[in-house]
Nanobody
Framework: DVQLQASGGGLVQAGGSLRLSCVVS????????IGWFRQAPGKEREGDSC????????HSADSVKGRFTISSDKRKNTVYLEMNGLKPEDTAVYYC???????????????????WGQGTLVTVSS
């Protein structure tokens, strides 16, 4: 079955960087999109960045644009999220998800993604 394994989270000071990874397996179509989402305690899950794996275009929400970069390595079946200039408000569990090839200019939309990883915790200290 389709599986997504997110990893790379941890504790980092404000202004620091982390690189999250999402290994995708069991996906037979090549026209899907991968999105990165965050969920902080008491808050709704929201999209940060997405990539069209087939077309190799990316979009990010305004809140992370210029700080986060999403990329893919098709040979490794892996999508990355490079997180720079981290802020305490970035503290959240980060999830990668896959779905039909829908990656909007404003970032990924929750309802467009069907398969989810387990999430990885990012904690940013001040």
């Amino acid at each position: 079955d389709v599986q997504l394994q997110a990893s790379g989270g941890g504790l980092v000071q404000a202004g620091g960087s982390l690189r999250l990874s999402c290994v995708v397996s069991g996906f037979t179509k090549d026209d899907y999109a991968i999105g990165w989402f965050r969920q902080a305690p008491g808050k709704e899950r929201e999209g940060d960045s997405c990539i069209s794996v087939s077309d190799e275009y990316t979009h990010s929400a305004d809140s992370v644009k210029g700080r986060f970069t999403i990329s893919s390595d098709k040979r490794k079946n892996t999508v990355y999220l490079e997180m720079n200039g981290l802020k305490p408000e970035d503290t959240a569990v980060y999830y990668c998800a896959a779905g039909p090839n829908t990656c909007y200019p404003f970032g990924p939309r929750l309802d467009d993604y069907d398969y989810w990883g387990q999430g990885t915790l990012v904690t940013v200290s001040s």
